[in-house]
């Protein structure tokens, strides 16, 4: 079965409030980056599957998301799937 | 000044153990899904900033990364930067 590369970036819904970005944010006005609003952190996970083809990967992917890898209530999710050579 | 939208994925240097990663590797394969494998995990952080042109932008966010949002030692991370419509 062909290889995939998937990448999912889960990041905080935009109603909810990210207590850590905040933290970061003040943390980098006191650095001098002043300039800098909205942080935002989230999850960049990857990993590597096996699949009849590209859209059942896909498939399997935001399974995986909804059932371990975000909390569909406060977090979003966006899957992306490449070839791996062989 | 012109604004800028950031994103700053940062990931473990591939020589590093992901403690957190095989962790969820097992729960995948728990859950059926058995041809999980390489799992990593990182951070996704996305803010804006204002900068005089993009390349003062991406130079701010390097430097943002080297003192605080990474760890040098054990992580690499990647900077991306687009324009903030007006």
């Known amino acids: 079965m062909p290889r995939y590369r998937a990448t999912v970036t889960i990041t905080l819904r935009p109603a909810i ?3 850590q970005g905040k933290t970061v944010e003040q943390a980098l006005h006191a650095l001098g980056f002043t300039t800098v609003e909205h942080v935002r952190i989230g999850k960049h ?3 590597e599957l096996e699949a009849a083809d590209r859209s059942i990967a ?5 399974a995986m998301s909804n059932q371990l890898l975000a909390n569909p209530i406060i977090e979003d999710y966006r899957v992306t799937i490449e070839d791996v050579e062989p």
């Open 17 to 19: 409030l990210d207590v």
């Open 45 to 47: 996970i990857t990993f």
């Open 58 to 62: 896909t498939e399997q992917c935001n």
